[in-house]
């Protein structure tokens, strides 16, 4: 039809942008899949997913509840099979890269019934450097307090992790991952649940890893801070939607691709009129 054939260039871009498939990941791409799929019974949680996130960048996996984008995490870091595909951590298999990756999982997924010490498990970080018949010498015990300070949690080293709140323990699982000098982060819902002012304290410590030069991915949930917060976007509903820059991927039509109707029109417009202003 005539309409169709003369449709604006970027449409034709945005659509493409969806259909097809990523670049061959170079070799300083932190995290690139190839063809992932998980399934945790007879249905695929993550089917067939072609993702590429950039070096330097902070990067959203969004979609909606039970998109697999935990699952997705996993499967990167190798915590849970593959049913097929590869992964990437910097060229390659997660094996050779694993001092490369620090994780925070999901907050609600931990549960400290028993007593631990904020100080120790920030030290738990640092284990893997030091291997486990190692002792920690002065000096790392130093580092495990410098992480706890870069996130504002130096005065809690001595409390019990299970005594803090939501998000003073969301900030002592950063300062863990801090610990690790990784190059990738993965982060899963690192915001969730927590005050204001721990979400600020959060992101300024990812965008200080950014400047440093690290990869910094987070399951993001919170489409209104996207914008903000992000250079790329991956969307996910169980199979890839679309990824890409935010500027030219966050947008209403893969908004709604991703959701489908679980986001009202109306709030998709605003995130879309957002962007266009911005
Ligand atoms: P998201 O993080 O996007 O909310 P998940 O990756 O946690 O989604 O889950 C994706 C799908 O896999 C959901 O349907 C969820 O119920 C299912 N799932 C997740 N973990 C398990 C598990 N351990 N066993 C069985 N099913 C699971
Ligand atoms: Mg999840």
Redesign the pocket.
Known sequence: MAPTMTRPSMTIAAQDGRAARPATPAPDNPLAMRGLTVS??EKP?VFSVDATFPARSMSAII?P???????LLKAALGVIPRLSGDVLIFGTPIDQARDRIAYVPQRASVDWDFPTMVIDVVQMGLYRKVGLLGRLSGQMAAKARDCLDRVGMADFADRQIGQLSGGQQQRVFLARALAQDADLYLLDEPFAGVDAATERAIIDVLKLLKSEGKAVVC?HHDLSTVRDYFDHVFLINVRRIAEGPVETTFTAENLNATYGGRLAATHIDELAIAGSAS
């Not at 509840?65 to 699952?71: D, I, L, Q, Y």
């Open positions: 945790y019974g949680a979609g509840n039970g998109a697999g984008k935990s699952t399951v």
